[in-house]
């Protein structure tokens, strides 16, 4: 399924972040573990995920809500592209978090993947968005770094498929 019909929610926004991590395994398990979207809780605090639409795969619709105490933040994104196991391309097109992200995984040698997650969020709130970025965007890189690290722990050691 290509971005077609989710309108500006397909183009990259302002608020840019980038995790890397190396994992000790090979490229298709990492992707694979990645592409398990459920069990995405387990590395990303906080947050549930399910798929709400679909298998998984291109054209589904996967709904990831983080909550803390009553407070909650409810992401939904379309998988646009499938490309195993290199590379998973997203759109998030829920009514606060909205823009394309990607998954990479780099082949290395010694069994070994690179993997490289980019989001590219549209910012709410206008003009005070944009200006709040710059101290908002050290703790998101910081939170989506650490959990990018806890994934390649997890797949490091088996605990995830």
């Given at each position: 399924m290509s971005a077609?019909?989710?309108?500006?929610?397909a183009h990259p926004g302002t608020g840019e972040i980038t995790a890397t991590v190396i994992v000790n395994a090979p490229a298709p398990r990492v992707f694979a573990a990645f592409m398990n979207w459920e069990r995405q809780g387990e590395w990303i605090p906080l947050t549930k995920v399910r798929v709400v639409h679909g298998d998984g795969g291109e054209g589904s619709l996967v709904e990831a809500v983080t909550a803390l105490g009553p407070a909650a933040l409810r992401d939904e994104l379309r998988v646009v592209r499938v490309d195993a196991p290199y590379e998973v391309r997203v759109v998030h097109c829920g009514k606060v978090l909205r823009g394309p992200g990607s998954m990479?995984?780099?082949?290395?040698?010694?069994?070994?993947?690179?993997?490289?997650?980019?989001?590219?969020?549209?910012?709410?709130?206008?003009?005070?968005?944009?200006?709040?970025?710059?101290?908002?965007?050290?703790g998101s890189k910081l939170g989506f770094t650490g959990a990018l690290k806890k994934f390649g722990r997890l797949v490091e050691q088996g605990r995830l498929p």
């Open positions: 077609d019909g989710l309108g500006e929610a990479r995984c780099t082949p290395m040698t010694g069994e070994r993947t690179q993997v490289v997650m980019h989001e590219w969020f549209h910012l709410p709130g206008g003009t005070a968005g944009k200006l709040a970025w710059p101290v908002l965007w050290p």
